[in-house]
T-cell receptor
Framework: AQSVAQPEDQVNVAEGNPLTVKCTYSVSGNPYLFWYVQYPNRGLQFLLKYITGDNLVKGSYGFEAEFNKSQTSFHLKKPSALVSDSALYFCAVRDMRDSNYQLIWGAGTKLIIKP | DTGVSQDPRHKITKRGQNVTFRCDPISEHNRLYWYRQTLGQGPEFLTYFQNEAQLEKSRLLSDRFSAERPKGSFSTLEIQRTEQGDSAMYLC????????????????FGPGTRLTVL
């Protein structure tokens, strides 16, 4: 069965420090991987995705993520955190064998950046 | 702005009433998804349209839920005889094609409709 795990409910980082939000996945075929961010009372905003090619993917707002096939992980990173990065972050996976193109979602990680 | 709009943004209703939500997706795309999101959780897939055809429904979608997409444009999600457990954010998503293999496109979400059942 397809699944996504975000092992940390909350991550606390001081402003200016690097941040990492973890994601691991399980699919039967090759994965397409996505990160979204959700601000309070707002819809989900797309950050970045991995489809194929370079394992390091760069996205919006200075975020990047690294695909690691052997560890089945797709951790979200940013070199220097901003207070405005505080939000809820969701990892999602799609199995490329799934003809309905469904996204399977993690439970989310709350990121808190302290000044 | 993702180009996906939803109406209303908020709906408060009493248990047992019927409610209907509308989604207007990115106009040129033929696929449309509905999700439900409860507080502190990731979105859960409800149903999916390709043009007018509803191709898949989650087991989460009880008989009280129905969705339509007439003419393959906007979509509506109706909940009949609402229950308190239906309180959630209902999200609509529409892909923008990346021009590559189907399934590689990104889903863009509307702002959601927050339903509160009293």
């Amino acid at each position: 069965a397809q699944s996504v795990a975000q092992p940390e409910d909350q991550v606390n980082v001081a402003e200016g420090n690097p941040l990492t939000v973890k994601c691991t996945y399980s699919v039967s075929g090759n994965p397409y991987l996505f990160w979204y961010v959700q601000y309070p009372n707002r819809g989900l905003q797309f950050l970045l995705k991995y489809i194929t090619g370079d394992n390091l993917v760069k996205g919006s707002y200075g975020f990047e993520a690294e695909f690691n096939k052997s560890q089945t992980s797709f951790h979200l990173k940013k070199p220097s955190a901003l207070v405005s990065d505080s939000a809820l972050y969701f990892c999602a996976v799609r199995d490329m064998r799934d003809s309905n193109y469904q996204l399977i979602w993690g439970a989310g990680t709350k990121l808190i950046i302290k000044p | 702005d993702t180009g996906v709009s939803q109406d209303p943004r908020h709906k408060i209703t009493k248990r047992g009433q019927n409610v209907t939500f509308r989604c207007d997706p990115i106009s040129e795309h033929n696929r449309l998804y509905w999700y439900r999101q409860t507080l502190g959780q990731g979105p859960e897939f409800l149903t999916y349209f390709q043009n007018e055809a509803q191709l898949e429904k989650s087991r989460l979608l009880s008989d009280r839920f129905s969705a339509e997409r007439p003419k393959g444009s906007f979509s509506t999600l109706e909940i009949q005889r609402t229950e308190q457990g239906d309180s959630a954010m209902y999200l609509c998503a529409s892909p923008r094609g990346s021009g590559g293999t189907l399934g590689t496109d990104t889903q863009y979400f509307g702002p959601g409709t927050r339903l509160t059942v009293l």
